[in-house]
């Protein structure tokens, strides 16, 4: 970290050229030309669409998983569904029985420890908010938790 800076200070003192000039030195081999840029634009916009194929995501070098809504709704939908919405302060759980348009809401504040601490402590939080709401709803949840992400190795 402290390095350039204190060449830069060198180059400063010697009067050889001013602080812009040398920190524009030190860049320089870091800038890309717009050809460049265009290049890696394509080749990682490639390897996105790899990792979220179907066929292509076990070879593919940037793993991606679909989390994007694939189809919208169609008015023929029947039966209980879950939303999560975890936003800035809260996690909204809802249970949405559409044949009846009815809801139930429950709002779990997230203590602002959560936020600033681990991504692990807010998912716990999470489970339990939404264990909770199951509970008192008297639900029960039709699915299993799973690990979507492998890593073989360390690179």
Known sequence: GGLPLLSILSLRLRGTTSPHQAVEKYLQPFQLSPETLQEVSARLRKDLLRGLGKHSHHKAPVKMLPTFVRATPDGTEKGDFLALDLGGTNFRVLHVRVEEEAQKVQICAIPQEMMLGTGEQ?????????????????????????????QDICE
Do not use: Q, Y
Request: net charge negative.
């Open 122 to 150: 807010l998912f716990d939080h999470i489970a339990t908010c939404l264990g909770d709401f199951l509970e008192s709803h008297n639900l029960k949840a039709p699915w299993h938790f799973l690990s979507l992400c492998r």
